[in-house]
């Protein structure tokens, strides 16, 4: 069922979001060579607790982290650990949410550990660039594969993957709600995007296959043949005005 948010309720959303977004934006600045995934995770917990918030990914189906943290071959669901030291060169994924006010906020983004290679600065700016023209993509009135399409001919025409097996999703009081926002699709195919739908946009790209395989932890996800992925997230509003997004600092 997909909810329609008052005005009211966007205001509420708008809270849960900007402290979604400063925490994204604190654990970003954390991320350096010789950090552990652990220690990212727990800048990120400390930041939301203090904001009078709860970090809503955890205990969610069981997450044992606030965020997601994902390094270089791993899509998305990595598990924050103390084992796990970033090192110069690396990309690193950190997906993390807040909730307060009964309502969620969800953001992602890919950071650089130190100097990254050429090949993977393109994948991050075109990860981040087909987040905002998704969001482009993401008017009244329009369909939700508009979304999806505008994602993929973004990264594919750049010789990119697209992930298939996951994808954004409405966000309201529960973290996840209808509708299902995949990254791939066909323009004017899908549910109708109506002002008032809150949604997480939230391309998975892949520099190789866009092909995926589970870990036996049960969560992380890698790229099936071992390339680099990103991630880049921002929850949004639609509204008679245009897309609106909600996640920023
Ligand atoms: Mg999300």
Redesign the pocket.
Known sequence: MIVLKTSRELELMREACKISAQALEVAGQAVKPGISTWEIDKIAYDFIKKQGAEPNFLGLYGFPGTACISINDEVIHGIPSKNRILKEGDIVSI?L?AKIHGFNG???ATFAVGTISAEAQRLLDTTRESLYEGIKAAVAGGRVGDIGHAVQEYCESRGFGVVREYE??G?GAK??EDPGVPNFGTAGRGIRLLPGMTI?I?PMITEGTYKIKQLPDGWTVKTADGKLAAHF?HTIAITDNGPVILTQV
């Open positions: 997906d949410g969800d953001n992602a954004g999703h966000v973290l996840h997480a939230e997230e």
